[in-house]
């Protein structure tokens, strides 16, 4: 449970904010503590978020709230309906996790990764569906360990691939990837730094759930180009925000996440990690 205070940090919405749309739109429902504060559960956390994403967007505050009560297991990232791709269906993943099928599941990704463009493959099927993977968790359509299953194979291809990337020429671009502490997911920065790398940029992946003293004195160590950190869930922020003040100072830092808009201290690369790669291939090549 967050307290009021707590829950703005995480979801960017300011507490007077979040106290409008309790009362007037009815979106949560916090307990109270013994005290009689306000707290909120992580599922109050993720529809505030979702809501203060559509928000931005340009919907008004009542639309939202609607889309969020009628859609209890909204994300804050949609995949529009009927996506698919030459690589193969986006629910195929969803299917292995169901049936915890690793034949096929290793069958889908050795197709996938068979291909060249390792933009094309990260930014046409596989986020696309880990996120329909997502949602489906979400919708209780697909277990814990279903989807950590399919998880841990697609960041064991994700590694395997990155290592066997040729290096990087002699002065090329150098770019730090990562996590910040406690953040543990790393698929989305794993595939970024795949198709980075696919492009002849230095990368130092640094892992998940990586410390503030880690990342600086990694950074003063090597001297990067740029740093690039996740912010895959609004529980992040506040590590991400921490890391970015201290990173700054060192290097330029960017963003890359589904609520890498929350941190304005750094740029975001968007929501496309392939595209976002190949963009910062080619201003650090331009700026060398």
Same mark, same amino acid.
């Given at each position: 449970?967050?307290?009021?205070?707590?829950?703005?940090?995480?979801?960017?919405?300011?507490?007077?904010?979040?106290?409008?749309?309790?009362?007037?739109?009815?979106?949560?429902?916090?307990?109270?503590?013994?005290?009689?504060?306000?707290?909120?559960?992580?599922?109050?956390?993720?529809?505030?978020?979702?809501?203060?994403?559509?928000?931005? %967007?340009?919907?008004?505050?009542? !639309? +939202? &709230?609607?889309?969020?009560?009628? @859609?209890? #297991? $909204?994300? =804050?990232? %949609?995949?529009?309906?009927?996506? !698919? +791709? &030459?690589?193969?269906?986006?629910? @195929?993943? #969803? $299917?292995? =996790?169901?049936?915890?099928?690793?034949?096929?599941?290793?069958?889908?990704?050795?197709?996938?990764?068979?291909?060249?463009?390792?933009?094309?493959?990260?930014?046409?099927?596989?986020?696309?569906?880990?996120?329909?993977?997502?949602?489906?968790?979400?919708?209780?359509?697909?277990?814990?360990?279903?989807?950590?299953?399919?998880?841990?194979?697609?960041?064991?291809?994700?590694?395997?691939?990155?290592?066997?990337?040729?290096?990087?020429?002699?002065?090329?671009?150098?770019?730090?990837?990562?996590?910040?502490?406690?953040?543990?997911?790393?698929?989305?920065?794993?595939?970024?730094?795949?198709?980075?790398?696919?492009?002849?940029?230095?990368?130092?992946?640094?892992?998940?759930?990586?410390?503030?003293?880690?990342?600086?004195?990694?950074?003063?160590?090597?001297?990067?180009?740029?740093?690039?950190?996740?912010?895959?869930?609004?529980?992040?922020?506040?590590?991400?925000?921490?890391?970015?003040?201290?990173?700054?100072?060192?290097?330029?830092?960017?963003?890359?996440?589904?609520?890498?808009?929350?941190?304005?201290?750094?740029?975001?690369?968007?929501?496309?990690?392939?595209?976002?790669?190949?963009?910062?291939?080619?201003?650090?090549?331009?700026?060398?």
């Amino acid at each position: 449970m967050y307290t009021a205070g707590r829950t703005a940090e995480l979801t960017g919405v300011p507490r007077e904010t979040l106290r409008k749309w309790e009362q007037r739109y009815g979106v949560v429902r916090p307990a109270r503590s013994e005290g009689n504060y306000r707290l909120y559960d992580d599922d109050a956390v993720r529809r505030l978020s979702v809501m203060r994403d559509l928000v931005d %967007a340009g919907w008004s505050p009542r !639309e +939202a &709230a609607r889309h969020v009560l009628e @859609e209890p #297991t $909204a994300s =804050a990232v %949609a995949l529009p309906d009927g996506t !698919e +791709a &030459a690589f193969g269906p986006v629910d @195929e993943l #969803t $299917a292995c =996790a169901n049936d915890f099928d690793l034949v096929r599941l290793e069958q889908a990704l050795d197709k996938a990764f068979a291909q060249d463009d390792l933009r094309a493959v990260v930014d046409d099927w596989l986020m696309p569906s880990l996120v329909r993977l997502g949602e489906a968790w979400q919708q209780g359509a697909v277990t814990v360990a279903g989807e950590h299953f399919v998880s841990a194979a697609v960041l064991r291809r994700l590694s395997q691939t990155f290592e066997h990337l040729p290096h990087a020429p002699s002065g090329a671009p150098h770019v730090m990837v990562g996590l910040a502490r406690g953040s543990r997911h790393e698929l989305g920065v794993m595939a970024f730094s795949v198709v980075l790398r696919s492009r002849g940029v230095r990368v130092t992946y640094l892992g998940a759930d990586l410390p503030v003293e880690a990342w600086v004195d990694t950074a003063r160590a090597l001297r990067p180009d740029a740093v690039v950190l996740g912010v895959p869930t609004v529980e992040d922020l506040p590590a991400v925000r921490e890391a970015v003040g201290a990173i700054a100072r060192i290097a330029p830092v960017l963003l890359g996440g589904a609520h890498q808009g929350r941190v304005p201290q750094a740029e975001g690369l968007g929501h496309r990690a392939g595209e976002a790669a190949l963009a910062l291939r080619d201003r650090l090549v331009a700026t060398s």
